[in-house]
């Protein structure tokens, strides 16, 4: 089936703008995960969806940063007042949950190249 | 304080021949660990993974290998071929947490020359 895919490849803004970025987890998933990787970095944890519950957002590196996911399947990550420091490749990922006696294995939309200018 | 650490960036071996790609890892709750490989521009694959129960997980050319007691694990390609020319990252996690959230080291480039 259809893998993870996410909106828009590429993004250029300016500072102080505020950016919107989307993630289409896999059918079925119901976990969700945004994940940023900064030039040079690992990926770095930023908040994880589970179903009806409440969000984990304790990677949200501050309070420009919100995320949502409507009806447990699109997610749409927000930064407001952009800074050139929120310049990296913005990733998704999608696993089943860990309930279902999965493992959990996350997998990866293409990313979101977002560059502050 | 970096919980997953990949020491090495860069990795170049010939072609047939075996790469090794290490990993260490500081936090003792971490009991699940997964390889994932990139290519640029693309989002990482999942490549194979181990859990603590284990010490070696082995998926056709890809084994990796885990050593709880020194905190390290390794991902061994053998034979190692152009089409593996990548980064790779390892990741882990702690399953008792409340999510499944991986703690990614900062990755290897491996490039296998022809």
């Known amino acids: 089936g259809a893998g993870v895919s996410q909106s828009p490849s590429n993004k250029v803004t300016e500072k102080g703008k505020d950016v919107e970025l989307r993630c289409d987890p896999i059918s079925g998933h119901t976990a969700l995960y945004w994940y940023r990787q900064s030039l040079g970095q690992g990926l770095e944890f930023l908040i994880y969806f589970q179903g009806n519950s409440a969000p984990d957002k304790s990677g949200l590196p501050s309070d420009r940063f919100s995320a949502e996911r409507t009806g447990g399947s699109v997610s749409t990550l927000t930064i407001q007042r952009t800074q050139q420091e929120d310049s990296a490749v913005y990733l998704c990922?999608?696993?089943?949950?860990?309930?279902?006696?999965?493992?959990?294995?996350?997998?990866f939309g293409p990313g979101t190249r977002l560059t502050v200018l | 304080d970096q919980q997953v650490k990949q020491n090495s960036p860069s990795l170049s071996v010939q072609e047939g021949r075996i790469s090794i790609l290490n990993c260490d890892y500081t936090?003792?709750?971490?009991?699940?660990f997964l390889w994932y490989k990139k290519y640029p521009a693309e989002g990482p694959t999942f490549l194979i993974s181990i859990s603590s129960i284990k010490d070696k997980n082995e998926d056709g050319r890809f084994t990796v290998f885990l050593n709880k007691s020194a905190k390290h694990l390794s991902l061994h390609i053998v034979p190692s071929q152009p089409g593996d020319s990548a980064v790779y990252f390892c990741a882990a996690r702690d399953s008792g947490a409340g999510s499944y959230q991986l703690t990614f080291g900062k990755g290897t480039k491996l490039s296998v020359i022809p």
């Open positions: 936090n003792s709750m971490f009991d699940y």
């Open positions: 990922a999608s696993s089943l949950a860990k309930t279902s006696g999965g493992t959990g294995t996350q997998y």
